[in-house]
């Protein structure tokens, strides 16, 4: 199961795209995380690289 993004709490700040080694996420036009359901592999490496807690898994 892919990750969970709250964009609600979720701040646009990017660090999460930077550590995904697969490119499934990026912001959208509202300048929120997103992620593509197709390409996530379930790592786990941007849950911890959120600075607002708002990736869970």
């Not at 700040?13 to 379930?42: M, Q, R, Y």
Request: charge should be negative; aromatic fraction near 0%.
């Amino acid at each position: 199961m892919p990750v969970k993004i709250n964009l609600d709490t979720c701040i646009g700040c990017g660090a999460c795209v930077g550590v995904c080694p697969v490119e499934a996420l990026s912001l959208n036009a509202d300048g929120k995380s997103t992620v593509n359901e197709e390409l996530c592999i379930d790592c786990g490496a941007c849950v911890g690289t959120c600075p607002v807690e708002a990736i869970s898994m």
